[in-house]
């Protein structure tokens, strides 16, 4: 054979060969000289990066924890003039994922290309939940699809929140007696927290009479979305009151330890409100100041009733009293006249004279 030339011609390949006076001719499909192009477009190698292997989100109660990472893919060996890959992301918490750019086109001149992968954390999420993003680039060109996959994890950092409530913040206590609150302490953070809780006004109340403590000062390794309960107990001061339409208040505070480990202030105020009435007379505080008050009041009531039942039963004046028939004519002469006056007739009695007239009888 002394001379051969091959070109191709659409889907298939033409091989013109010359071998002394004779011209041979061949045309085969163009699958199979993929063996022969192979030095020219080889299958294309793909590398990916990420600037970060790990990832940490920071959601809050309120709002989605948005994290982002820049990666980075290099293409060698580009098989034809443009090579199209595109990349798709995935995790395994069912968090979203999102790339920008998803898709880039490879050429002679642009062999490397950069793209950011965001993934948003829910609102609340625990800190225990751990993610495994994948990120996948895919190429397609002729029938050479290579893919690369990508890992990156993606961690939940903790938020600190807390809110205190009770059954029942409003009471009434007599002087000098006892009660006492709950207090009721949620952790709204997504991690396990202690926390310390104090009587903001101790001085003040202290000052006021009232006597305040709680069952415990610390609460200890209280679990996300969980509670604990502490008893707050007050003593009334023990003095004379009349009721008062404005209650004390007691502001109970609680502080967070794990955020002020980390120089963050998370804590809250949660007023709880006492209202006095009654009267407090301190000899009588005791039993035996009761045993007393019992002696001084029962029979000072028996004194009282004997006292009035004299009054009721005391002599009136006879009726041939002068004074009395004088004004008894008075009163009928008034009466037929229609000039009567029961309240006059009735001051009259109080100055020592009968009930009303016998002519009114």
Known sequence: ???????????????????????????????????????????PQMTMSFSSSGLIARPSFFEPGIAQVSGTLSIDKIPGERFVV????????????????????????????????????????????????????????????????????VSVAPFYKLYIDSPNPYKEVTPGSRLSFLV???????????????????????????????????????????SKTVRLYVMAPQKSTLYKAEGSIINVRAISQNARDENLQVDMVYPFVVYERGTFIEPFGTSWGMFLLLIIVVPSAYVFRRARRWLRSRPRPAPEDSDYQDESDDYDDDYEDGDYDEEEADDDYDDGYDDKPAARK
Not at 15 to 28: D, E, K, Q, T, Y
Not at 120 to 126: G, K, L, Q, R, S
Not at 127 to 145: C, H, P
């Open 184 to 226: 009721e302490l949620r952790n709204m953070g997504n991690s396990p927290d202690s926390y310390d809780i104090y009587i903001e006004n101790q001085e003040e109340l202290t000052g006021m009479g009232w006597t305040v403590s709680f069952s415990t000062p610390v609460v200890t390794k209280v679990r996300a979305a969980d």
């Open 86 to 153: 595109t990349l798709s992301g995935s995790i395994d918490t069912g968090w979203g994922v999102g790339i920008t750019p998803s898709m880039h086109a490879f050429q002679n001149n642009i062999r490397t290309v950069t793209f950011t992968v965001t993934v948003t954390v829910p609102p609340a999420t625990p800190v225990e939940l751990i993610g495994n993003m994948r990120i996948e680039a895919r190429g397609d060109s002729l029938n050479l699809q290579p893919r690369i996959v990508g890992h990156v994890v």
């Open 1 to 43: 054979m002394d001379l051969i030339i091959v070109y191709k011609m659409g889907r298939f390949l033409v091989a013109v060969g010359l071998s002394g006076p004779l011209l041979l001719l061949a045309l085969l499909p163009a699958q199979l000289a993929l063996p022969v192009e192979a030095g020219v477009n080889p299958m």
